[in-house]
């Protein structure tokens, strides 16, 4: 995957934005593609792991944080803990299970002592510096591309707007962008779904 540093320049180089005096900041481009990163990870989440110790009797644990969907619940021993499919907590004689409650994994019954593995979906995060690189899967550094470049042409537009009328074809530009981007990730869901029913993906 690509440096922060070069993926901005990709940017820089749909916007057509490479004179010396360019009209947006790095900083400007930095923005647009932590928007976009951050709105690949709304669709495109990343799965993580983390090990939380527990302590003999616990039957709850704090939700990673940013975790928006628990996928497997591994217990001290290793062993998988099912999700809960109906409501059994505090049920007497239950089975072992999980399920979310707020900001909690809690558990039918007590946890023995040890480290218990959660398996979640979570955000992706941006880049600390400009050699580190962009976290997206492999396939997607267009859709990254797309989204900032429509996010910095919107943020000029509603500058532009606020001076007085957009320049001359501006209003064509941006639809076309957004058009574009929207296209990307139609072609992408179309991607995913065709790999699942082929069993490729």
Not at 16 to 21: A, R
Not at 30 to 46: F, H, I, N, T, W
Not at 88 to 102: D, I, K, M, N
Not at 150 to 166: H, M, P, T, V, Y
């Amino acid at each position: 995957m690509p440096t922060l540093s070069e993926a901005r320049d990709h940017v820089r180089l749909a916007l057509e934005d490479l004179t010396s005096t360019p009209l947006w900041s790095e900083d400007e481009i930095d923005a647009g593609l932590r928007q976009s990163l951050e709105r690949y990870s709304q669709r495109v989440p990343k799965e993580l792991t983390i090990e939380v110790h527990v302590d003999e009797g616990d039957s709850s644990i704090t939700l990673p944080t940013g975790a928006r969907r628990v996928l497997r619940v591994i217990d001290p021993g290793g062993g998988v803990i099912p999700p809960q499919t109906i409501p059994l907590r505090g049920t007497a004689g239950a089975e072992q299970s999980w399920e979310v409650w707020g900001d909690r994994v809690e558990f039918a019954r007590r946890l023995p002592a040890g480290n218990v593995e959660i398996r979640y979906l979570g955000p992706r995060t941006f880049p600390p510096d400009d050699e580190s690189e962009m976290p997206l899967l492999a396939d997607d550094l267009s859709l990254l591309i797309l989204g900032a470049v429509r996010w910095c042409l919107e943020q000029r537009a509603i500058a532009d707007w606020k001076r007085g009328s957009l320049p001359a074809r501006y209003e064509m530009v941006l639809r076309r962008a957004q058009e574009n981007e929207q296209a990307a990730w139609r072609t992408r869901e179309r991607r995913i779904n065709t790999g699942r029913v082929l069993g490729t993906s």
